[in-house]
RNA sequence: GGCGAGGUAGCCAAGUGGUUAGGCAACGGUUUGCAAAACCGUCAUACGCGGGUUCGAAUCCCGUCCUCGCCUCCA
């Protein structure tokens, strides 16, 4: 067995992983701010992140997941204010699209999600522990409110995360004219209320809510204990977040270690080689890409490149609707591995308890038994999902090859024993393999109707429309017009719907 | 200005010193009444540019051009 090595951005280079607990694995992963429905670049870290937990429990690891909502922030205020609606009922709103939308991306629920709203006297707690032992301040507003800093030059260590010299930083920083705080590079642990009928909640600074930073701080201590063994989240979060983080849980938990041991980052999702993102208005969310293209497509789309790079993604405008080719394109890639799988079975059905020695299949055994291990030896290796579906590919090509062998040669008795047997060993194999990458959780009929029924819809299309087409070309092939039978396959194939004229009669498909 | 990522065949994308990445598109073939699917082959001795180290460099070193990100809310 290959060991994990992952990139940690803390020391800039790939190092074997050594869990604190031997066989236990405590990962913390920042959620998202839920004052809105999530784009698909929000989207990217759940995954990726899902990816590693599902490797680390294959290993053989008992891994315990924290991913947090941030329901309580100045974005959920402004925005709950827009609307009209209380803060914390804008959230719930959210928190559970963004639930269903990763659930649909087929990202396991976390271990832990836990609520800033429901934090809050951990929260407050840790603020008092930094305030007591003078790495955070109280400062008196003009309004009568009272603030909590941190502050950034009683700890020593700021900036070893991101590698930012706090003088530099000084220099450059475009801070908020803020009289209170001590030094501009200070950050709000605590911010109180200017009103008694602000949303907030009490504490022995007044009434008032968590600064930004401050909760994952407690969120990770509630669940995973101090010197855990990963932290994650986009490349963004590097500064100030993360920074900040760290000078929070350090302070407060002085000789007790770094707060992570490993801290990864994903990339960024670009359209046109620019950052996708709110601001620039360039984002779609995965509700919308679900209206073209499959979930799982969308997955598959995130695991062609490795995390740590930018992951571009193309839309396109037609005159009707945006189009994604890329996801049409992994979309395709889901459709012949469900295919695959199918044929899998079917062969598998001939398996019969026979010595092997198909010198013929020979070939395909290397590829059939090499293949999950070659997938573990690729996630190993940083969390390389392409290289990771790249032996998903060749073990379903080589699956092909030996259906299309056995169909070939289904006289040949023997071969279809000893082939059989091989078809169970690449289905356990491949089932594995995307089990572990979280693709293709559904049954190959349950993944053909749900796409058929999407893609009709797309396309404008109806069943009874495409079924009567169908029944008249059978008829004229029946009666050998088979010029009247291309016609109908010519006007089918234009309107989207593929045939396929087998043994069993005639099976159609829409194109992606 | 500081810190960081990247430029690999038509497109996407692995690879960090020597032996096939993989996919898509295109074209040719096996199969088919014709197709589709599947499979085989071609495109592919490609690595931004200029030097250097080496028996050997996409990979190491120096220089240089370009793109992008963070430094302010951000996945």
Redesign the pocket.
Known sequence: MSSLHLYNTLT?SVEPFVAKVPGEARVYV????VYDI????????AVVFDVLVRHLAAKGNRVTYVRNL?DV???IVERARERGEEPLALSARMAPIYQADMRALGCAAPTHEPKVSETIPEIVALVATLVANGSAYVAEMPSGARDVYFSVRSFEGYGKL????ID??E??????ANESKRDP?D?ALWKGCSTDDAFGWASPWGKGRPG??IECSAMSAKFLGHGFDIHG?????????HENEIAQSEAAHPGEGPLARVWM??????VD????????GN?VRPCDIYESNDPEALRWVYL???Y?????F?LEKTDTRVVY??VD??E??V??VY??LD?LHAAAASADDVEPGAKELAAFARVIDGARKRVEA?LD??L?T??A??????L??????L??TLEKRRKDARLLAVGGALAVRAEVALRSSLDVLGLLHTTAEAYAERTRERRLRVRGLDVATVSAKIAE?VAA?AAKD??R??VL?AEL?ASGV?????KDG??W?VRV
């Open positions: 800039r920042c959620g998202p701010t999530a784009h698909a670049g929000n989207a990217r870290p941030t922030d100045d974005k991101s590698r930012r010299q530099e930083l220099v450059g920083a475009r801070v908020e590079l950050f930004w930073h989240g986009g490349m963004d979060l590097i500064f100030p977040h980052h994903n990339g960024f999702l670009n080689k620019e950052k996708m993102s709110k601001s620039l984002f062609s490149v490795q740590r790079g930018p992951l571009s193309d080719p890329g394109e992994a395709r890639r459709d012949y295919a695959t044929r690729a290796d940083d390389n392409p290289v579906l790249a032996v998903v590919g060749e379903a090509k080589a699956s092909n090859e259906c299309d070309r092939r088979f010029a039978a291309d396959r194939d593929e045939l396929a004229d087998g005639t099976q498909r």
